[in-house]
């Protein structure tokens, strides 16, 4: 009973009690309360948000909406109260097997609303339980016809094929589906581990190609640097001086160094000379100017040292 037709049956009991015990005007008294019970029957009140469903001697009299409203006591009856607010039902489908065998769980919510009231008070018994059912069939049915990489990828795709599904099979109740989301997705601990070993492995294989052509794209940078050194032997060997320095400039370092390596940051001039072998006039002098120096060197050293001339070499005794 509706606060309003509360107060006026109350107000017609206090009335008709008043009439009877205190100015004892007993008919008067029975003819107020009698309207308190008429009231109290016939007066209804709906919200903003409610549909009465009446019916006039098993025929549908109308539906009213929200504000106050009256039956007739005998001849009327409200069959349903339909609320048409969005409502919210949630649903599950376990141990459903998907299109390539797997077993999961699958959790999942619909939001729906009544559309049409006279439809979902007299086309259906229990209009609830019939969404709930009709949920779980269509999710089952989803899952059994999607491969497991398609329900765990593409979530908004079976969220739209499932509300398309069960709007179809509701439609006729009057209930409009607004929208349904799946919540979750549970697959046995067994295949999980499976599945996190097979991205591992993905993961892996895609690492090693990276590194592979990484490699490659070194190889040709070290073969253009090798051109580069092939005709510039300084360069190579100023490369080299410049790694020595690098793993000798911290403190504490002890380097190994082989002579062979050493021996290459100081060339004779016999590898200059080869070295520059493109120009040979350059080279012819510069031969020229070595053989110079050599002799320069070994006349006065073979003077200054009291070396003996080939006339002053004793001569053996005579017999």
Not at 58 to 69: D, H, P, Y
Not at 146 to 153: D, N, P, Q, T, Y
């Amino acid at each position: 009973m509706n606060p309003v037709t509360s107060f006026l049956v109350l107000v017609l009991v206090a009335a008709g009690l008043a009439s009877g015990y205190v100015e004892h005007q007993l008919y008067l008294g029975i003819a107020l309360i009698a309207a308190a019970a008429l009231v109290a029957a016939s007066l209804k009140m709906a919200n903003v948000w409610q549909k009465f469903v009446i019916l006039r001697m098993g025929k549908l009299q109308s539906v009213r909406g929200a504000g106050l409203f009256a039956i007739i006591p005998v001849l009327d009856s409200v069959v349903a109260v339909i609320d048409g607010r969005i409502q919210t039902t949630a649903f599950n489908a376990e141990q459903a097997l998907t299109k390539d065998t797997v077993p999961v769980n699958v959790d999942a919510i619909i939001f729906w609303h009544v559309q049409d009231a006279e439809k979902a008070a007299l086309a259906i018994t229990n209009y609830r339980e019939a969404i709930d059912r009709v949920a779980q069939t269509s999710l089952r049915e989803m899952i059994g016809g999607s491969m497991l990489a398609a329900l765990l990828s593409d979530r908004k795709e079976a969220d739209e094929q499932l509300k398309v599904e069960i709007g179809q099979k509701t439609a006729p109740w009057g209930i409009s589906v607004t929208s349904v989301e799946i919540r979750d997705v549970a697959i046995p601990e067994a295949l999980q581990n499976a599945m996190s070993r097979q991205a591992q492995a993905e993961r892996e294989k895609q690492a090693r190609v990276i590194l592979g052509s990484a490699e490659a794209a070194i190889a040709g940078k070290f073969v253009e640097a090798a051109a580069v050194y092939a005709g510039h032997p300084w360069a190579l060997q100023l490369r080299a001086m410049n790694i020595i320095y690098e793993t000798t400039k911290e403190r504490g370092a002890t380097i190994l160094m082989p002579s062979s390596m050493v021996d290459s940051l100081n060339p004779s001039a016999a590898t200059l000379a080869f070295a520059l072998a493109g120009n040979d006039t350059l080279a012819n002098d510069r031969a020229s100017e070595s053989i110079a120096a050599l002799a320069s060197k070994t006349v006065p050293a073979a003077a200054g040292n009291g070396a003996l001339e080939q006339g002053s070499l004793p001569r053996p005794a005579a017999a």
